[in-house]
């Protein structure tokens, strides 16, 4: 039999809680210790509990029925089926906890209210479906070979961002790649898994926000250690959206990922998480257990070499897909260039989609994009590609972008805040183009 002993001062072992219902009964069956919400389940308050003997709870139907004499007299572990005043129905189960003469000192109890479990056993019963299915899956997924999808990375950040990845797989170590939604960081994640001796085993990626608080630890440790962790042993396990975890799912995380185990940590997150650290939003020892390398990936609008190339690995996998033979006019593709793509690689190839299907003619013109992307008529830009090198094409759509900026703006403080540079390269760009300060 497991028991439980007492220390010596049991006003520091018996620890109150604020969410939990929690309470201490004597071996006499006087209430010592109840939770701020323990009576709710009983239609009272839990000061209104405190000092009643639970023999006497019972006999006012309050208790139905009381667990403490049980536990006395079974001297172990009682899970039972509680009926409520209000007629709902709770689980409670009772703990002995033993003196030094081996006798029953105190019973400790808590229970769950039934509707709640059950909540928590249909999320249990798709979790187990869920696992079968990642199952299935695996023996599929060891025979691909993941590579770098989605994105491309020829940016001089890109290919910085890049050179980590290639050296962190070569590493067991946690890596936290962090940037804008739909940058390439699942993408860049997967190129991560296939680069390492990890290649032939799973990759597992975890919604970490999408998992309810109250079944998060089971989640990743399993009803039969079939859990996310285990899943992912001698593989990679992916925890997107981590910076999105409440404090509880946080400490929980920690916790298991401090438990011996052999799946290799990516964490995923549209933020700094140092700055999360920072600003009182994400647990310091969580940080520091996966912030042992850290992945930027810049915004697309920031990545012209890589915008510049989405746009026509894009076209060309649409006419591909739709068998078709379509091209972009000059102005499209000028215009492409000085958009902000705040969605990044999803967005561009959303409209990029819209407007090639939206198009009736083999060229693809700003007639075409949805409405909300198309210029004014005093921002069509109007070049042409022939005989000139890329440098010369996005130094002329820059000089345009900036005289537009220009006409829209009172101020190069705001020029610098719309176009996300800083206001001394606002004041320089706009001196080189037009001898304006």
Known sequence: ???????????????????????????????????????????????????????????????????????????????????TPSGKKVLITGI????????????VSYSYDMSQLMVMKEYLENLESEMSKVKRELAHLRNQQLHVEGCIMESPSSKRALQ????????????????????????????????????????????????????????FTGLDGEGYINLAARGTLVLNEVEQLS???????????????????????????????????FREDLFYFLHLASIELKALRERPDDLDQSIHRVLEELNINYKNQK?????????????????????????????????????????????????????RIGFELDGQTLPH???????KVLLNAQKRYRTTTEMAHILGISQPSVVRKLKKYTNIT
């Open 1 to 83: 039999m497991n028991t439980l002993f007492l220390l010596p001062n049991t006003n520091e072992e018996i620890i109150n809680t604020y969410d939990e219902d929690i309470i201490v009964t004597t071996r006499e069956g006087r209430i010592i210790k109840a939770s701020t919400c323990s009576g709710e389940h009983y239609g009272v308050s839990a000061d209104e509990l405190l000092g009643k003997s639970v023999y006497d709870l019972e006999a006012a139907g309050i208790f139905s029925p009381a667990i403490t004499p049980l536990v006395l007299k079974q001297k172990k572990k009682v899970v039972l089926r509680q009926n």
């Open 96 to 107: 002995p906890l033993f003196n030094d003469n081996g006798d029953v000192e105190f019973v």
């Open 164 to 219: 980590t990845a290639i050296k962190m797989a070569q590493l067991e170590v946690p890596v936290v790649i962090y940037g804008e939604p739909g940058t390439g960081k699942t993408s860049l994640a997967k190129f991560i898994h296939a680069q390492s001796d990890r290649r032939e085993e799973a990759f597992i990626e975890v919604h970490c926000s999408a998992i309810p608080e109250s079944v998060f630890e089971i989640s």
């Open 247 to 281: 404090a509880a799912s946080q400490a929980i995380l920690f916790n298991v990922l401090q438990q011996p185990h052999e799946a290799r940590i990516i964490a995923i997150s549209t933020v700094s998480i140092e700055e999360a650290v920072i600003a009182g939003n």
């Open 327 to 379: 091209t972009i006019s000059d102005d499209f593709y000028f215009h492409a260039l000085q958009l902000s793509w705040k969605g990044n690689f999803r967005e561009l190839r959303n409209v990029l989609e819209r407007s090639f299907i939206e198009s009736e003619s083999a060229l693809i013109t700003l007639d075409d994009l949805p409405i909300t992307y198309q210029p004014d008529s005093s921002e």
């Open 393 to 399: 094409i996005l130094e002329s759509v820059e000089k």
